[in-house]
Every structure is written in C-alpha cells, then in structure tokens.
C-alpha cells in the first residue's frame, strides 16, 4: 500500500509570513493524484490545492502553492502572507488515478502567531 | 456546491450499544467512505463503496460494519461499541478522478 508521511506534527509561523509545510510519500505508480487539506479546528476538513502527476507544473491557489518533486516523491505546501484563519490541521494525501482509495499523512498542526 | 451532511457532530453512546453514523451526499457520486481520525494517527480508511450495496473493507473495519441501499447514503454501523471506539468519524464522497469531499465530522465519545 502507498504511505504518506508528514513528518511535522506541529508548525507555527508569524502572520504575514511563509511557511512551508512537507509532504512525502511512496508509490510504484506513475500517474496518481495529490492533495493537500486543511481541517480547521472543530470545521469541515476542505481541499486546498490539488496536483496530478503527469503535470510538470506546481499547483498554485492564491497564496498557496506546492513544490512537486516527482523523482523525490515529494509535495511540499507553501502558505504565503499567512493570516490567522490559516491556523488548522493540513493533511497530505494521495490517490492512483486508477485506484479508489486516499491514502492520508498524519497530518501537521500550523499554528499562526498574530 | 457539493454536500456531504453527517447525521450528528457530537454522539455519546454506551457500551455495547449499537450505533449508527448516517452520511448523505447530494451529488451523484459513486464512491463513499468512512474514515477515522485520531490524533498521531492520521486518517484511516474504516471501509468504503464504489456502487449501491457494494462495499470493501479498509484498514481497520473489525468492529464496524456498513450499509448502502441508496446511492445518496452511506451508514457506518458499530456492532457493539467500544471505548476504543471513541473517535472523530469522518464521511467523504467523490466522483471519479477529483477530490473528495468530507462531511463536517462526528465525534463520538463511548462511555
């Protein structure tokens, strides 16, 4: 089975500042999807940003954007201009193309420092 | 916009009782999970449906069954509830190739 690992339990950062967030993960496939999730605390768990495999480029949403590293199998968050509403639990998750199933890291814990 | 509704946010049930966790989704979507979060442990994949009355098991399903009669629900059944069962419960759907999209999460406490 394919394993996510986020290896920061727990992250802070200064409001209007950068951080950045890693993800890697482990699969024999080539095509395949990742995400990234935030869960703010007691809310709905949303996607933030999403990257197919077969894309060269890395996705970008507003102030967040990822560093894809196919060879290195990794997917690194990054959240610029952090603002408070920020603050939540992100998870890094995977799935095949042709599979069902996400595979989800355990997830860091981003504290924003006004 | 996609909803995915998850019958109660907060649950406290009794050992040995019997538990349902009903989740309902308003988009079409095929496949439906049920997943559990605890913290250092990530989610994990309880069991999960790709069709109406077809499920398959996930990592950890000893305990817990489910039930698919209609496309639109999907229901998580604790057999007899443990305290090892108190957990955030968390139901997500998604079509084919995109995202999925979570329920706001139950968190059941077994007392």
């Known amino acids: 089975a394919q394993t996510v690992t986020q290896s920061q339990p727990e992250m802070s950062v200064q409001e209007a500042e950068t951080v950045t967030l890693s993800c890697t993960y482990d699969?024999?496939?080539?095509?395949?999807?990742l995400f990234w999730y935030k869960q703010p605390p007691s809310r709905q768990m949303i996607l933030v940003i999403r990257?197919?495999?077969?894309?060269?480029q890395n996705a970008t949403e507003n102030r967040f954007s990822v560093n894809f590293q196919k060879a290195a199998k990794s997917f690194s968050l990054k959240i610029s201009d952090s603002q408070l509403g920020d603050a939540a639990m992100y998870f890094c998750?995977?799935?095949?193309?042709?599979?069902?199933?996400?595979?989800f890291g355990t997830g860091t814990s981003l504290t924003v420092i006004p | 916009d996609v909803k995915v509704t998850q019958s109660s946010r907060y649950l406290v049930k009794r050992t040995g009782e019997k538990v349902f966790l009903e989740c309902v989704q308003d988009?079409?979507?095929?496949?439906m999970f049920w997943y559990r979060q605890d913290p250092g442990l990530g989610l994990r994949l309880i069991y999960f449906?790709?069709?109406?009355?077809?499920?398959e098991k996930g990592d950890i399903p000893e305990g817990y069954s489910v039930s698919r009669e209609k496309k639109e629900r999907f229901s998580l059944i604790l057999e007899s509830a443990s305290t090892n069962q108190t957990s955030m419960y968390l139901c997500?759907?998604?079509?084919?190739?995109?995202?999925?999209?979570f329920g706001q999460g139950t968190r059941l406490t077994v007392v």
């Open positions: 997500a759907s998604y079509p084919r190739n995109t995202e999925a999209f």
């Open positions: 449906s790709y069709d109406v009355k077809m499920k």
């Open positions: 998750a995977y799935r095949s193309r042709m599979g069902n199933q996400f595979y």
């Open positions: 699969t024999s496939e080539s095509d395949y999807y």
């Open positions: 990257q197919e495999a077969y894309k060269q």
């Open positions: 988009m079409d979507h095929e496949n």
